[in-house]
């Protein structure tokens, strides 16, 4: 319980602060390069090329590269995540109510279809509509949910106040993974009218990670107070089976799944730049569709392949979101600040190298910890 609340504001700092870096930096680059705007991939590839020491130019192709693997892996992983999560919340009624009990890998089949036929669209324009939806069905859904975990609740003194320290990779991963958005950030930044607001003091990041982190301590609060070491991947798949306990997981399910086309395109895109120029010019539009279909087809085979949910996440988490989310963003302040100087003591220098060693404990111990989950059958060690 202390550990829970505590690291979830640890970790909502760190992301917070890793965000306003690469924002930053962001702003620095264009105005160096008298640029609009650039992405995350772009900032740290021009990072490389135009900082005043050119010794890292060397290295700025192979930095881009890397960087788009491990954005293609952290949101291909998602999308891979919510097929779970919708399987899971549809196995969850089935078996509840049909008494119907089977693979979770039959409820993943089931879903392909809807799965196809959000994730098959291509528009901007169109899948605008759909994530404002699914804002709207998870907000009712986290009410709901609140609704249920706050009802007869056990004495605090009845839950541990601190967990083992083995556990700890797979807290900082599960929370970072669902924390984490900073490849969301830039293009938000950008698209602001007055893009200053991001940063200012209190700024859109402030509010909104404030927010994010307090939603994420009352939930994480609640629902291990509530539910204790039984509490599931999803904590929807805890709650009861009654129509209105039903209606929320049935809301959560939609949200998660008309978010799916949105996730898909960030990694449609770094596959899609790729392989555009091997296609003919009037044949581009079919092949774009064919690349898509086959990379639905690759989260649901994924999914299939490895259905345990938890450990997907923490792989993720560990993985994809501290590559991104830590790694990155300290590697190029330093880069940048290189020759203009870290600060008094060279505290910047100094807290970039923490960053990146937290980074590498996260990765080492969520792989393993995956390895080891999976081979004992989705049982967290």
Known sequence: MVIGLVGTIIVGI????????????????????????????????????????????????????????????????????????????????????????????IYILITTIPIFLVGIVRSMKYLVPFSALANVLLGVGLCLSFYYMCQDLPPISSRPNFAPISKLPLFFSTVLFGMEGIGTMLPIENSMKNPKHFLGCPGVLTIAMSIVVSLFMLVGFFGYLKFGDEALGSITLNLPDDWLAETVKALVALAILFSYGLQLTASVDVVWKRVENKFRPENQERAYYLVRTLMIAGTVLLAIAVPQLAPVISLIGAVGFSMCGFFYPAIVETVIYWESGFGRWRWILWKNIALVIVTIVAVVSGVMLFIITIHSNGKTP
């Open 14 to 105: 760190l992301c917070a602060h890793c965000t306003y870096v690469m924002v930053k930096c962001s702003q620095k680059m264009c105005k160096t390069l008298n640029k609009p705007f650039l992405g995350y991939t772009e900032t740290v590839e021009m990072a490389f090329l135009y900082c005043a020491n050119k010794k890292f130019s060397r290295y700025a192709s192979f930095i881009k590269a890397s960087v788009e693997g491990f954005m293609f892996f952290t949101y291909y992983g998602v999308n891979t995540v919510y097929i779970l999560l919708v399987a899971s919340s549809l196995q969850n009624v089935m078996e509840s109510h049909l008494h119907w009990d089977s693979d979770i890998r």
